[in-house]
């Protein structure tokens, strides 16, 4: 800051983006999730050719062979096959791809119908908004992976109920989330400014109040996507989300239990690529929030 | 104090309909007819199909059916389970002992190591002790469960020789369900091998489903240790010249573990969410596995008499952690 200032010219204040990026990195744990996310959105980006083989072509001459830096099986499969001759780093890779749509779309869904029960709740008060709420509570009275499982019961096993289901569990965080917001933002002066000037009540829902509240929004949708991640696992893991051969990594998981004794590879990496991923986006949620919103920091 | 209680009971009653009738729909929202799938490839006249519609109840108009169900459901009585033909609630009360035993395993282990972890953490903040803790409590917060089960079973198990794989208790021992709790049977049994054979074959499930409890509670004790230790009365006690311990201990540690007791309390929720996926690696007797196999059999009275079953106790837990919170901490009863 030794620059001579023109005396005309104000220094610009920095804006919202570089502000937060500058708050964000300097959380080493948040760079590190955000290094591994953008890592893993590439694999998912270029699966098709990044991975070394097809994803199903089954090589029925090299089942559970060892990963290449054993000595046992030679290095034509870098992480080794699985029980019935597949690639296990091309079903990993492959598995990032449906791993991050899963998170998309379910946290996508959960959002868009969180905020607008929340908007609703938010803006219209007494029966709509107790409805809402008595109804989200309820369904926070069970346990995440409970009332997902009860959802599959319902709606049958399967990827895309797995992802439906676990949109319904993220709900309630989201409408809770959005009217805390929307009651905080319409006692402020600027919406009352806006509806005396003729706005109509969607104009101000959506243009006034709304991008006010995107700072706790971002932060749950990022934490969201660890948790959509971790129960379509455990869905698949329990045979109840994406079916076999798909290469999930939690039916992947499943699918290799029997093995557990022989080949320590099929169990242990579709876990580790869990774990990463989930830790990831955790590590990144949290660096947001710290730089998003002061307020929310524990 | 009673009428706080009395507020607290009263919130209860609408969360425990709304589960009812989320149940009771889960049977409406079954594509099928009932009485259709009883008929068999032979097929039934409609005197008969109206006449076991009629014995069903399912002729009368749906909130009929659905006061029947929770008059039914208040008295105990979920059906009988389609695949065993027994009581679902006689199922679900024989097996849901040992996911008790497993759960308060668990959850004694996590507060165990939870709660000095993270006192410790919140007193050499910013230090490499902080930083391992923190860190090693995300990566628990983030741990998929049922991996690291298995990645226990593959360690301790498998190569190490040290712990059973699967089960409550190795076969050869037929220990009397006096309370249904393992290692409280095993004890009255005077067996010492008995009794070390539930245990061995306890441990592995509970760190697996403690894991999760234990990073939550560890996170939040050393949130809440910080903000305590920012309060006036920690500074007047320092300055007092009261020592370290007696200033952690008894001035500070007690405001602090306020919000820790209603985090372990919804903790409960995640036990037994936990339970599902636990109890089916280790082969654990208790209402998560019943639950799964139920949904994979098709016996619907069974999964929905497990959910409500399971969300009842959990809405019960939380009701009884409010209420401690009460007592605990005066400030809650007047507002």
Redesign the interface.
Known sequence: MSAVLDPGVAPTPPGPLTELWRDFKRNR?AIIGLAIVIALVLCALLADLIAPYSPSEQYRDATLHAPAWEPVNGHRFLLGTDPVGRDVLSRLIHGTRLSLVIGLVSVGLSLSGGVLLGLLAGFFRGGLEITIM??M??ML??????LA??V???LGPGLANAMYAIAIVMLPHFVRLTRAAVMGELAKDYVAASRIAGAGTARLMFDTVLPNCAAPLIVQATLGF?AAI?DA??LG????GAQPPTPEW?SM?ASA?EF??SA?WV??L???A??VS??AF??MG?GLRDALDPKLK? | MFSFLLKRFALVIPTFLGITLLVFSLIRLLPGDPVEALSGERGMTDERYQRLLHEFGLDRPLWMQYLEYLWRALHGDLGYSTITHEPVFHEFITRFPATIELSMCAMLMALVIGLPAGIVAALKRNTVLDYSVMGASLTGYSMPIFWWGLLLILTFSVTLGWTPVSGRIAIQYDIPAVTGFMLVDSLLSSDAGAFKSAVSHLILPAIALGTIPLAVIARMTRSSMLEVLREDYVRTARAKGASTLRVVGVHALRNALIPVVTTIGLQVGTLLAGAILTETIFSWPGIGKWLVEAIHRRDYPAVQGGILMSATVIIVVNLVVDMLYGVINPRIRHQ
């Open positions: 744990g008595r109804l509570d309820i009275a069970l346990p995440s992976l409970l499982v009860a599959v019961a319902i660890s971790l696992a455990a893991f329990l045979g109840l939690g998981l239990l557990i004794q320590w169990v242990t579709p876990g580790l869990i774990l989930v830790l955790n590590l949290d524990r």
